[in-house]
């Protein structure tokens, strides 16, 4: 589903069914099709306030999303788009439209929380729709952001306090845009024009004072600054003529209102050029099946009665993404091997570098499909599994010499053994015939190609398994004397422990090399390791400067609206003293 996605209509990704949520399975399984990053963009708001039509120009469409046309919510859940994205190639864009809030047919209105909480913790883009101006009531309707703290929790173990700082949930929050529409009003402050954003910022101003009205008037306000640092605001015209809002699916953009038609095609080219790939804390980019493992997590949590925890949903996705790195990278490893590896090797380094290489290589994928392998458990795993890997390569290449050898023994040697059987040796002058010959056929054996590391011992152990032969045709050859059987009997059982000795410095050549290519892998593993968390940690680095970067703007913000508050109350001040002091006073002359 990589190159091309395939969704003609959208499917529910979060059934809401009597008050329970419950991931669907066919949604799941069209995100893990999809290997590409991910940008997810969720839209929420009080049901009939026409989220589902802007959900559908950002799908390229008239129809998709239901949008009904009655005072009835008819998403349930909250349902999924995925097409490709028109302006990021090789990334996909999801689109996720929630059921209404607030609607009055539900009697409990605490899975509206749960939505809320859910949009937020799967999008990287989270759309606010609501209708008319940004006063009190749209902030009193806006309460869930003032819940979030007691929905959602960044980490598994806050501070020491019980308290998590903002900068938490700034961390992974998505980036806010507040939609309005049906808007009326003039865009314009202290008589002079402003931007939509201006607006929101003024909307959000907060007011001095510590009285419960100021408080109550203050904490969404304070919510959305604290939690969303990058914050954009659009207005949208009616649409069209009330009554016929519920034929929006079938009307062509020349038959509605040019100025709504604009807005939404501005709104749409932002969300397309500004909305980010969706990113987990560490840099790690979201495709169809983190996306899939976050759903699943953050469902199960909630069914279960526990609040969705950022950093937990990040370590399980790591746990079943850290296990699946390993088997991808030891099948790498096979399928290299496979390639590179003609068995049995002239020697046991051949086999050694061949192996180093593929092992490098598959050290490379598991960091690259790896995060937050705490304390390095799957990659010592991998290193295990690697490390039996080559013993089990080592064996069959010692097998395959084995085998090689034997054959080729019995090929050369055989017509020498059928001459002795038949008695061609057993005669006066016949032994050093019989040695001459066996040491041609040696040389015809020790030139054959690709015998691999056993050459020498087969050839050893064959020849011991007829030293019975050979001192039998030596016994019967008259033309020896007593001392010169002797002589040749101590001669074989030198050439014998000659090589015995030969045979034990290999076995401990080999065990050298072994432990060699041992601690050369040991190295790898640390190197490409070191290398890995350097580059995590300047990555957290920037993470975290961000988020200071955030915060220090935000901390300025407030200084500069108290300075600005300040400031105008003692202008306030100076003013009043100032006409006081102008005003003529009365003297009373007492006579």
């Keep these: 589903m990589d190159s091309e996605i395939h969704m003609s209509a959208p499917v529910c990704l979060i059934k809401n069914t009597e008050e329970q949520l419950l991931a669907n399975q066919e949604a799941l399984e069209i995100l893990s099709g999809i290997k590409n990053p991910l940008v997810v963009v969720a839209i929420v708001g009080l049901y009939r306030t026409g989220k589902s039509y802007l959900m559908n120009k950002l799908a390229g469409k008239n129809k998709g999303f239901s949008l009904g046309s009655t005072v009835q919510s008819h998403t349930k859940g909250i349902w999924m788009w995925c097409v490709p994205h028109p302006q990021k190639p090789s990334h996909t864009l999801v689109l996720l439209d929630t059921e209404g809030l607030g609607d009055v047919e539900k009697g409990n209105n605490q899975n509206d929380s749960w939505i809320f909480a859910l949009a937020i913790l799967l999008s990287s883009t989270f759309v606010y729709n609501s209708m008319g101006t940004i006063n009190q009531q749209a902030m009193d ?103 016929k809002l519920g034929q929006l699916e079938t009307m062509h953009d020349d038959e509605l209102d040019p100025e709504f038609v604009q807005q939404a095609a501005v709104f749409c080219s932002y969300i397309f050029s500004n909305s980010k790939t969706k990113t987990l804390s560490g840099g790690i980019k979201v495709n169809g099946p983190r996306l899939e493992n976050l759903v699943l997590t953050y469902v199960n949590a909630i069914s279960s009665g526990d609040l969705p925890c950022m950093e937990n949903a990040v370590l399980a996705l790591a746990q079943i993404e850290n296990a699946a790195a390993v088997q991808k990278a030891i099948a790498h490893y096979d399928q ?51 490390e039996k890997k080559r ?51 040696k040389k015809t054996y020790l030139q054959k190609p690709r015998k691999g590391i056993q050459a020498e011992e087969v050839l050893q152990e064959y020849l011991d398994s007829k030293e019975s032969m050979t001192d039998a045709i030596l ?92 400031s105008k109350r003692l202008h306030n001040e100076i003013q009043n003293l100032q006409q006081n002091m102008a005003r003529p006073r009365r003297i009373c002359v007492i006579s």
């Excluded at 507040?178 to 101003?205: C, H, M, N, Q, V």
Aim: aromatic share 8%.
């Design 141 to 243: 309707q806006l309460h869930y952001v003032t819940e979030l703290s007691d929905r959602i929790r960044a980490k598994s173990s806050p501070d020491a306090n019980g308290i998590e700082d903002s900068a938490d949930f700034v961390s992974f929050f998505p980036d806010f845009v507040w939609t309005l529409r049906d808007f009326s009003l003039e865009l314009e402050a202290d008589g002079l024009p402003i931007t939509a954003d201006e607006y929101l910022e003024i909307s959000l101003k907060l007011k001095q004072g510590n009285t419960q009205k100021d408080q109550n008037f203050n904490l969404p306000r304070l919510c959305i600054r604290k939690f969303f640092p990058k914050k954009k605001c659009f207005i949208f015209d009616r649409p069209t003529h009330r009554k």
């Design 391 to 441: 013993d089990e390569f080592c064996k069959q290449n010692l097998q395959a010499s084995t085998d090689r050898c034997s054959d080729l023994l019995k090929e050369i040697f055989g017509p020498l053994e059928d001459s002795v059987k038949q008695g061609v040796y057993s005669k006066p002058g016949g032994y050093r015939l019989f040695i001459q010959k066996t040491q041609e056929l």
């Design 475 to 566: 016994q019967t050859d008259q033309t020896l004397t007593e001392k010169e059987k002797e002589i040749e009997v101590e001669r074989v059982k030198a050439e014998s422990a000659q090589a015995a000795t030969k045979r034990l410095e290999e076995m401990q050549m080999k065990n050298q090399q072994i432990m060699e290519q041992k601690e050369r892998s040991y190295q790898e593993h640390v190197k490409q390791l070191t290398e890995k968390m350097e580059r995590d940690r300047i990555q957290l680095l920037e993470e975290q400067e961000r988020t200071l970067a955030l915060k220090l703007q935000e901390q300025a913000r407030l200084l500069k609206e108290g300075f600005q508050n300040e």
């Design 336 to 386: 290299q091997m496979n390639q590179m590896v003609k068995l049995p090797t002239e020697t046991l380094q051949e086999l050694l570098d061949l192996h180093r290489a593929c092992e490098k290589e598959a050290i490379e994928f598991f960091m690259s499909n790896s995060f937050k392998d705490i304390d390095q458990l799957f990659q010592k795993d991998l290193a295990a599994k690697l």
